[in-house]
């Protein structure tokens, strides 16, 4: 199963918005609604922000949105704040399988 | 509250074999998944495997199958994930991370917590 694909980073000025996408196959990303994204900052455990493609879990601001088009799916940040400067990973069911994202890194100017 | 607490780091001889535990507290072991994930230095993360607790049953990654053991174990709330035949490309931070339900009972592919995380090095 290989790695979804991330773009390795992105950045925005604060205020802005931002979005990565994240392109798989159709066997997993196409065949699914079961697309989630994760924030991680240094040194910290990943945090859920986005399941089953566009879902907030309680708690993650509505500045955090979630879409899908055939093979890609995409996480918009609205409102950039510094503290979203993180490393941002999807995540994909494949079959009984879950494969991550490469990774994208925001830079918040 | 829900917690996943994993053990202390580990230093590793190549060839040598980890295992790591994941305790957990704050709801019932047995309702929920729970997964492995492996993070290298500096690098994204691997989804190595889960293990349903209520009956031990397991799926485990490609690219980890034959090395990778998953067990849990319901009389302590602990899972556990084994990793054999050490080489120094698994020098890496390990996470066990809890799958999510949604309100319904269904699972939403999505791991909502997470463990502090375990560093094994493997280094002759």
Known sequence: ???????????GSPGQSITISC???SSDVGS???VSWYQQHPGKAPKLMIYEVNKRPSGVSNRFSGSKSGNTASLTISGLQAEDEADYYCCSNAGS??????GTKLTVL | EVQLVQSGAEVKKPGATV?????????TFTDYYMHWVQQAPGKGLEWMGLVDP???KTIYSEKFQGRVTITADT????????????????????????NYYDSSGLSTGA???WGQGTMVTVSS
Do not use: H, W
């Not at chain 2, 295992?19 to 709801?27: L, N, P, R």
């Open chain 1, 1 to 11: 199963q290989s790695a979804l694909t991330q773009p390795a980073s992105v950045s």
């Open chain 1, 23 to 25: 392109t798989g196959t």
């Open chain 1, 32 to 34: 699914y609604n079961l």
């Open chain 1, 97 to 102: 399988s879950r494969v991550f994202g490469g």
């Open chain 2, 19 to 27: 295992k790591i535990s994941c305790k957990v507290s704050g709801y």
């Open chain 2, 54 to 56: 209520e009956d031990g």
């Open chain 2, 75 to 98: 009389s302590t709330d602990t899972a556990y994930m084994e990793l054999s035949s050490l080489k120094s490309e698994d020098t890496a931070v390990y996470y066990c991370a809890r």
């Open chain 2, 111 to 113: 791991f909502d917590i």
